[in-house]
C-alpha cells in the first residue's frame, strides 16, 4: 500500500481520534530501535501483559511516524503531544497514563543510547486534572504508630510489609520505586539509598533514616529469602522472584485493613509531606523529596497543612 501523505493521514487521524484500523495491523517485527529497547524493557518487568501494552503504544507510533513520513530521530515534542493527544481520545485515564509512560520511557532511552540528540522524555505530561485541588489524605500519628505496632515481627511477610512501610512513610516512595529498589542501590555506610526510576525521571540519593535502615536489615536477615535475584523484596514462595508494585501496594493494604484504618498505601506516602510541611521544608524541597515533576503537584500539598498556607500565602507570623 502506498503511503498516504502526511495531510491525508493528519485528517483521517483527527476524525477517528484514534490510529485509524488499517494502521493498527499487527507487525512481526518493529524497526531495530525499537525492538532493542523492547529486549531491554522485558529484562526489566516481569509481565507479559506490560510488555505488551508497551509493545501496543510504539507500535502505534511507529506507523504514525512513518506514514507521517517523520524521522524517529527528528522527532518533537509537538509531533509526540499530537500523537498522544488522538490516540489517547477515546482511552480512559488509567490507559491514558499508561500510554504516557510507555512513550516517556521509550524517549528516555532513545537519548541515553544517542538515537536523538534531545531528551523529550520530561516534556511528555499530563494534562492538568480538577483532581489536583483536592487535599490528599493522610494517616494521623497516632494511626502511623498503631500501623506500625501492630506487625508481629516474627514472620517473613510481616518483616517484608514493615520495611516496606517505613520506605513510605520515611521517604515518600511509591510502591512502583520501592519494588524497582536492588540491593546494590543501598549504601548502610553512607545511610543513603538510590532511586533510579523516578515519575520525575530525575534519579535521586535519598537519605536513610535509622529506623528505615533497622527495618531493611531485619528484612535482609530475617524474611528475605536467598536468590540470585537483586532486587531488595522478593517473593515468598519459590522461585522468588521479585515484587511488583502492585505486591507492594496489596502488603501495606492488609496491614491497613487489620487495623480498621480506611486508607490506602498512598496515605502514608502524604504523611510523609505532611511530616515536611510541618517541620518547615519548602516547596522546592517537598517537591524534589516526593519525585513530583512539576511545583502544581506539589501545590495541594499546601492544603494540608493550615498554619504552613497561611505564612506562605498571606504571610502572617502564628
Known amino acids: 500500500m502506498k503511503p498516504a501523505s502526511n495531510k491525508g493521514f493528519t485528517q483521517r487521524f483527527i476524525k477517528s481520534c484514534k490510529i485509524p484500523e488499517e494502521y493498527r495491523v499487527a507487525q512481526e517485527e518493529l524497526p ?21 501494552g508497551a509493545w501496543r503504544i510504539l507500535s ?9 513520513n517523520i ?26 497514563r499508561s500510554h504516557r509512560s510507555n512513550l ?12 536523538v540528540k534531545k531528551d523529550l522524555a520530561p516534556l511528555v505530561v499530563s494534562p492538568p486534572k480538577f483532581g489536583h485541588s483536592n487535599p490528599p489524605k493522610f494517616l494521623r500519628p497516632k494511626e502511623v504508630e498503631t500501623l506500625f505496632n501492630s506487625l508481629d515481627l516474627s514472620n517473613a511477610n510481616n518483616l517484608r510489609s514493615y520495611a516496606a512501610m517505613h520506605l ?54 530475617g524474611g528475605r529469602p536467598k536468590s540470585e535475584h537483586r532486587a531488595l523484596f522478593l517473593q515468598l514462595i519459590p522461585p522468588y522472584k521479585p515484587v511488583g508494585k502492585g505486591d507492594i501496594t496489596r502488603y501495606v493494604k492488609e496491614c491497613m485493613t487489620k487495623n480498621n484504618l480506611e486508607s490506602s498505601t498512598y496515605w502514608l506516602r502524604h504523611s510523609f509531606a505532611q511530616n515536611l510541611l510541618e517541620s518547615g521544608a519548602s516547596i522546592y524541597e ?3 523529596m516526593m519525585g513530583h515533576k512539576s511545583l502544581d503537584a506539589t501545590k495541594k500539598y499546601l492544603s494540608i497543612h493550615i498554619n504552613l498556607m497561611r505564612r506562605v500565602i498571606l504571610d502572617e507570623t502564628l
Open 60 to 68: 502505534g507510533f511507529n506507523i504514525y511516524l512513518k506514514i507521517s
Open 71 to 96: 524521522s524517529l530521530c527528528k522527532i518533537s515534542i509537538e509531533q509526540v503531544d499530537h500523537f498522544l493527544g488522538h490516540y489517547n481520545k477515546k482511552y480512559a485515564s488509567g490507559a491514558c
Open 286 to 288: 517537598i517537591k524534589e
Open 168 to 221: 513510605i512513610y520515611y521517604l515518600g516512595l511509591r510502591p512502583k520505586e520501592i519494588s524497582l529498589i536492588t540491593l546494590d542501590d543501598i549504601s548502610f555506610k553512607q545511610k543513603e539509598i538510590f532511586i533510579q526510576s523516578r515519575k520525575n525521571c530525575s534519579p535521586a540519593h535519598l537519605p536513610l533514616p535509622d529506623d528505615a535502615i533497622k527495618a531493611i536489615i531485619a528484612y535482609i536477615v
Open 104 to 115: 516517556r520511557q521509550f524517549l528516555k532511552y532513545l537519548y541515553r543510547e544517542g538515537h
Open 32 to 52: 531495530a530501535e525499537y525492538e532493542q529497547y523492547l529486549n531491554y524493557y522485558r529484562s526489566q518487568v516481569r509481565s507479559k501483559q506490560t510488555v505488551q
